[in-house]
């Protein structure tokens, strides 16, 4: 029998210890229990990180959505599965059972059918919060095409991009989205999107605001009337434990996105195992994820892991201040959430408000709280624990990344004691290495070094898609055997791990990984910019935000920096999307550079920071004087 659900802190050194001691053992035993297989495996792992190369349950076939559904039919047909709450607090909730999402994901993956999609196809989805999103992704997943979701607050040429990136002939959009008071004509970022898409052949749109838009003739179609006529009925398609299930874009610090590639049967099984434990999930809860199905943590825990458990799993389309800064804790109330899992930022940002939007609702449904995305603050935490957990609900903060596919350390509520700021331990069959300068694993407690991971896990990337020696070089080149995860981290005094944020040019904006480069190139296209650099500084509410230092172009004329301001950052909203737009941009006579002409970011990062008591040695610069200008004129 395998220990699938742990229940207090000696269960879990006694799961964490089998499940190092021999991992293959571990994973299929709970493999074997807990999954509908159509096949099971010939070998359960074989893995090589020099090539790198990493295979779980080879031989084994089986379709990811006869797990999240078909299997739950015999005994939670009228479960709710997907509860949908939408922006408009008037409007009604959706309580979406399993039988009808079934049939919903049956319809649509018909309707894909019928448009030509076959396995081993990437669809793009470009969708709001809305049912249909889940519906579309696991519609991809029933007929073995690879969806590629890409978040909705991406700008036209972000989602070009990734369209082509991956060669998508079919995008899913809508026709526009609700954001709190907003509406958001998404139909038009896709029509610009694809004028540079060529190879998109069929656009279906799901009607959602009502909103004018222009249909192109051949390419643009209404989803409902395709799904009216379409069959209720859709035979899973079979799938290889190592074929892809989707890929998901992620931030690289230099060049374009990265387009993390996610296998079957490996993923399924961590997704779901993590999920159960990480929340201890029980029959009858009320899960509720904020984030974004556009990112990996509403991949894995809005859609994968709490489906696979057969959970009532809640979507919410609109924003946590709309109508007002109580949104959150009405929804709680209303639902009567039991596991409430959302962003640091998001934490900040309702800490900052008056207590009473929190007080004036019923919380005490509440069993878990857990926080992802970027570390949280000892000021945040407190602040989630003591007025939304009312300091009776265990807080986990889970480290985790879009290429590990899954929550990797976590303390497991009721019984990993909690922390302010540490992840603490690492689940059942991660291994954890903290590595020095030298390449060395630092062995022992109270060190603090890179973090890597050394033995393979189930739901980690395969590859990036298109590219695996970017994958290699990116994450297995660094450390000897290897996965390097890019974040440094401490290990205190009895083992628990504390991230301490990127070591890479990685700076995470309210959660949302931003690579410096694509920024600086979308700054760069600005006729007036000689050059640019990018660096993060600390921000009350987003962790961090985004400091530009811009050189111009000498060309004599005098602009107006306001508008230069204004100017380069529609640029980065146009390029990216509002969600990298530079917070403060200091116009510079230089950068300061390295004999190699490398920008010497360290500096760059500490006047940004106003960490200006020692800017290290700054004579072997190519050009030391620039730093005294910027000082001078750094903005407050
Ligand atoms: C950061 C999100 C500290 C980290 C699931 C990581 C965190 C990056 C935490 C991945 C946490 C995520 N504490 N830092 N609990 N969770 N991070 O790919 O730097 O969007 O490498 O995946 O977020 O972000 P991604």
Not at 303 to 315: F, H, K, S
Not at 469 to 496: C, I, L, Q
Not at 500 to 517: E, F, K, P, Q
Request: aromatic fraction near 10%.
């Amino acid at each position: 029998m395998s220990n699938y659900h742990i229940k207090h802190l000696e269960e879990y050194w006694q799961v964490y210890r089998k499940s190092v001691r021999n991992p293959e053992n571990f994973w299929e035993e709970i493999a074997e229990e807990h999954f509908l297989w159509r096949k099971k495996w010939d070998n359960v792992l074989s893995w090589d990180f020099t090539k790198p190369e990493v295979k779980w349950f080879e031989g084994a076939t089986l379709n990811i959505t006869e797990n999240c559904l078909d299997r739950h039919l015999a005994t939670r047909a009228n479960k709710t599965a997907i509860l949908f709450e939408p922006n408009d607090p008037k409007e009604n909730a959706q309580h979406i059972t399993y039988k009808e999402l079934h049939q919903r994901v049956a319809t649509m993956a018909n309707v894909l059918r019928e448009q030509g999609a076959t396995k081993g196809d990437r669809v793009c989805i470009y969708l709001p919060m809305i049912p249909e999103l889940a519906i579309a992704v696991l519609a991809c997943a029933r007929i073995g095409a690879v969806h590629s979701v890409v978040f909705a607050g991406f700008s036209a040429t972000a989602l070009a991009t990734r369209i082509n990136d991956c060669d998508c002939k079919i995008v899913i959009c809508s026709d526009g989205s609700f954001r709190g008071s907003k509406t958001i004509n998404l139909k038009e970022i896709v029509d610009e999107a694809l004028e540079s898409c060529p190879g998109v052949k069929t656009n279906l749109v799901v009607k959602r605001t009502g909103g004018e838009v222009t249909m192109k003739e051949g390419r643009d179609t209404w989803l409902q009337p395709l799904l009216d006529n379409a069959d209720t009925i859709c035979k899973a398609t079979i799938m290889d434990a190592e074929d892809p299930l989707f890929i998901l874009y992620t931030s690289g610090s230099t060049g374009k996105p990265k387009g993390m590639v996610h296998t079957t049967g490996g993923y399924m099984v961590y997704t779901a195992y993590s999920f159960k434990n990480v929340f201890q999930y029980r029959e009858d809860d009320v899960y509720w994820c904020t984030a974004d199905i556009g990112w990996i943590t509403g991949h894995s825990y809005i859609v994968y892991g709490p489906l696979c458990n057969g959970a009532t799993t809640v979507m919410f389309e609109g924003v946590p201040s709309y109508p007002d800064f109580s949104r959150f804790w009405q929804i709680v109330e209303k639902h009567k959430v039991t596991q409430f899992y959302t962003a640091p930022t998001a934490i900040r940002a309702l800490a900052k408000e008056n207590l009473d939007f929190v007080e004036k609702h019923d919380l005490s449904s509440i069993k878990v709280l857990g926080t992802v995305g970027e570390p949280i603050n000892e000021e945040a935490w407190h602040w989630y624990n003591d007025h939304v957990g009312k300091k009776n609900s265990p807080i986990v903060d889970t480290w985790w990344q879009t290429e590990t596919g899954g929550i990797m350390i976590s303390p497991i509520p009721y019984s990993t004691p909690t922390i302010p700021t540490f992840a603490t331990l690492p689940l059942p069959g991660i291994q954890p290495a903290l590595m020095d300068e030298n390449g060395e694993e630092m062995k022992g407690n109270q060190v603090e070094g890179r973090l890597c991971i050394k033995f393979p896990w189930p739901s980690i990337a395969r590859t990036i898609y298109g590219n695996h020696d970017r994958y290699r070089d990116t994450y297995f080149s660094a450390f000897k055997n290897m996965y390097f995860t890019g974040d440094g981290a401490r290990r205190d005094a009895v083992g628990y791990y504390r991230i301490t944020g990127r070591v890479d040019d990685v700076i995470i904006v309210s959660g949302h990984n931003l690579g410096t480069a694509p920024i600086e190139d979308a700054i760069n296209e600005h006729p007036a910019v000689a050059e640019s650099a990018i660096v993060g500084f600390p921000h009350d509410i987003k962790g961090n935000a985004l400091y530009g230092y811009i050189t111009l172009k000498e060309t004599g004329e005098d602009r107006n920096q306001d508008n230069l301001r204004k100017e380069i950052n529609q640029l980065i909203t146009d390029r990216i999307g509002p969600i990298a737009k530079l917070d403060k941009i200091q116009f510079t006579e230089g950068l300061p550079k390295t004999r190699s002409g490398k920008i010497m970011r360290r500096i760059l990062r500490k006047i940004a920071s106003k960490d200006t008591g020692n800017l290290g040695d700054t004579s072997t610069l190519l050009n030391p004087e620039v730093v005294q200008n910027i000082l001078d004129n750094a903005l407050g």
